[in-house]
């Protein structure tokens, strides 16, 4: 990956009053991991909070450092990105993670997402694109690789939804899954309520269990897949 070091000179988020983007990053390959580090760090806005060579190390040390992003590759030694996600989705739910890798096949693509990651973007992009999904992804945004978007809106044209809903939520569960998909976290999805987040952390693991799923982002792709009575005509007022 070009990592264009240069490139960081030209940002437009010259303030040192800008608020610090904290990024972890889980990459075995040190020449592209030290190139992302050198990159994210260099440029203003961002900082680096940790950098691990595998899930296996980067798991418990994020217990301590916590930061408000993270980059995983896939095809990591040991274990994979895509269950190191699933761990780190289940341990921290509110952490974005983006992967980042040469995977762009629909497998990787839709493991990914089901297992909790927010983003999808290929190595080869452009390192100004790659800064712009990091602030993307840390404001509640998804960001994906064009080719990568294109498989997902194909993925949906493929399979319609099903006939019979084998699942029911009430209306207040519907709009919660709404905000979500909308890229609300659980804190703005509370002020859009006039709910405490500990009442909506109480409503998504009611959906969890209902719907069987482990993630956010898994239960959303539920949610526009058609198995939930009521998909596709959320209210508009819980």
Known sequence: ???RLCFAAELAYTSLDVPQ????LVEDQAPT???LASLIGGSPGFEISGQY???EEALPALEHVRPDVLLADIGLPGMSGIEGVRRLHEQFPELPILMLTVHGDDDSI???VCAGACGYLLKETEPQRLLDSIR???AGGAPMSPEIARKVVMAFRQYPPPRQPDVELSARQMRILQL???GHSYKSCAEELGLSVDTVRFHVRRIYDRL???SRSEAVWKAFGGGISGAGRFPKKA
């Open 1 to 3: 990956m070009n990592m």
């Open 21 to 24: 983007i904290r990024v972890a």
């Open 33 to 35: 991991r030290e190139g």
């Open 53 to 55: 060579g595998s899930m």
């Open 110 to 112: 839709f493991a990914a």
């Open 136 to 138: 993307e992804l840390h």
């Open 180 to 182: 979500l998909a909308e």
């Open 212 to 214: 069987h799923v482990h």
